[in-house]
């Protein structure tokens, strides 16, 4: 783990390098055990660890495997919080019948849409906006938003980029979804950072960033400036 995580030895102190890493096939009973140890060394009655998974809908299955593993004493000082989309997958199904069969320990919170008080509250913060702009987009994202946070905040931040002119002159009102906001962002941006983004898009966020400024032709300082 240290191999892969050199941070952990800031909780740890210095450890032994392996000398004989244990074979494919042990593998993952050696990698489960040791982050088993590791959630019993972090997560202590005098430090509780509050663990958060997100997108547990796209849940793999070898992070499915190790979470199955866990002993319900795991949890005396550990909160696991595992949020998800409400949608078929053999590995979610899983998880949730394990984290049900603890009983009391498990408690499932189905988020609701922002009501419009909380939308109208959570416009109030923002800087710039005229009355009338906060009371129609107030109306707008309770009716066509469906109370979407995203919705929200991807339309709030949009409104910090723009102009009262032109807010008006591109209709934020009228916008439909989420999807039409983060294009008109992204439309914002120079064209060159665009294509970077979806070079990124499509390698994956974990692209080292001189490979991604390889494929975009360019030094990983130009690149650095275009994102």
């Known amino acids: 783990l240290v191999r892969l995580i050199p941070e952990l030895e800031w909780l740890t102190g210095e450890l032994p390098a392996s000398i004989n890493p244990p074979p494919v096939s042990e593998a993952r009973r050696h990698l489960h055990g040791m982050l088993q140890r590791l959630l019993a060394a972090l997560a202590r009655r005098e430090q509780p660890l509050l663990l958060f998974l997100d997108d547990v809908q796209w849940l793999d299955e070898e992070s499915a495997i190790f979470l199955a593993e866990l002993a319900p004493s795991s949890f005396d000082h550990l909160l696991l919080i595992a949020a998800y989309r409400p949608q078929t997958?053999?590995?979610?199904?899983?998880?949730?019948?394990?984290?049900?069969?603890?009983?009391?320990?498990?408690?499932?919170?189905?988020?609701?849409?922002?009501?419009?008080?909380?939308?109208?509250?959570?416009?109030?913060?923002?800087?710039?906006?005229?009355?009338?702009?906060?009371?129609?987009?107030?109306?707008?994202?309770?009716?066509?938003?469906?109370?979407?946070?995203?919705?929200?905040?991807?339309?709030?931040?949009?409104?910090?980029?723009?102009?009262?002119?032109?807010?008006?002159?591109?209709s934020l009102s009228l916008l439909d979804d989420v999807s039409a906001l983060l294009t008109m962002r992204l439309q914002r941006l120079p064209e060159r950072t665009r294509g970077a983004l979806g070079t990124l898009a499509i390698l994956g966020n974990q692209t080292p960033l001189r490979s991604l400024a390889a494929v975009n032709?360019?030094?990983?300082q130009q690149l650095l400036q275009l994102l």
């Open 89 to 170: 997958s053999i590995a979610l199904d899983a998880l949730l019948e394990q984290c049900r069969s603890l009983g009391a320990r498990t408690r499932e919170i189905a988020l609701q849409p922002l009501s419009p008080n909380e939308i109208g509250a959570l416009l109030q913060a923002e800087p710039g906006l005229r009355d009338d702009e906060q009371a129609l987009l107030t109306e707008h994202l309770g009716q066509r938003g469906n109370g979407n946070p995203l919705y929200l905040t991807q339309l709030t931040a949009l409104l910090r980029e723009t102009t009262s002119s032109e807010r008006d002159q591109h």
């Open 217 to 220: 032709g360019c030094s990983p």
